[in-house]
């Protein structure tokens, strides 16, 4: 459902990238990947980016599994798809930027009060944090599929 959502709004319907967007995305993620090829282990920034990319790549071998699991691939989405949810608040500025459209905020969205939920807690010795996005409410639409 977060797809479809994301797809209604940020995307407009429109299940993938333009061909600049996607080729922007993978220039990055391989320009990532290549970093993480050679980095050094005292290097404590691109240590802890390598982690974010590994733990992308374990999140959907599980998320994978999970739904192969189920015996239900028809709900299974393709890395790009998936890769997309991770990187919704990124792609809300990408999109408009290589489709020479205007970004989601210039459509006349303010953000509003409410608009998002966190919290920081902090439990013992560690800060615990979680955000949440209510911004893309106003274009759901049930009937996409893929």
Same mark, same amino acid.
């Given at each position: 459902?977060?797809?479809?959502?994301?797809?209604?709004? #940020?995307?407009?319907?429109?299940?993938?990238?333009?061909?600049?967007?996607? $080729?922007?995305?993978?220039? =990055?993620?391989?320009? +990532?990947?290549?970093?993480?090829?050679?980095?050094? =282990?005292?290097?404590?920034?691109?240590?802890?980016?390598?982690?974010?990319? &590994?733990? +992308?790549?374990?999140?959907? $071998?599980?998320?994978?599994?999970?739904? &192969?699991? $189920?015996? %239900?691939?028809?709900? +299974?989405?393709?890395?790009?798809?998936?890769?997309?949810?991770?990187?919704?608040?990124?792609?809300?500025?990408?999109?408009?930027?290589?489709?020479? %459209?205007?970004?989601?905020?210039?459509?006349?969205?303010?953000?509003?009060?409410?608009?998002?939920?966190?919290?920081?807690?902090?439990?013992? $010795?560690?800060? #615990?944090?979680?955000?949440? %996005?209510?911004?893309?409410? %106003?274009?759901?639409?049930?009937?996409?599929?893929?």
């Amino acid at each position: 459902m977060t797809l479809m959502n994301f797809v209604a709004s #940020v995307l407009e319907k429109n299940p993938n990238l333009s061909q600049r967007a996607n $080729d922007f995305i993978n220039n =990055q993620t391989n320009w +990532l990947q290549q970093q993480c090829s050679s980095v050094s =282990q005292n290097d404590s920034y691109w240590n802890v980016v390598c982690s974010l990319i &590994q733990q +992308l790549s374990g999140l959907y $071998d599980g998320y994978t599994s999970g739904i &192969q699991g $189920d015996g %239900t691939p028809e709900k +299974l989405l393709d890395f790009a798809h998936f890769y997309y949810l991770t990187n919704m608040g990124d792609l809300e500025d990408i999109v408009p930027a290589f489709n020479n %459209t205007e970004s989601y905020a210039l459509k006349g969205r303010k953000p509003e009060n409410g608009d998002c939920t966190i919290i920081v807690k902090l439990i013992e $010795d560690d800060l #615990v944090a979680a955000h949440n %996005t209510h911004n893309m409410y %106003t274009h759901i639409s049930h009937s996409n599929s893929f």
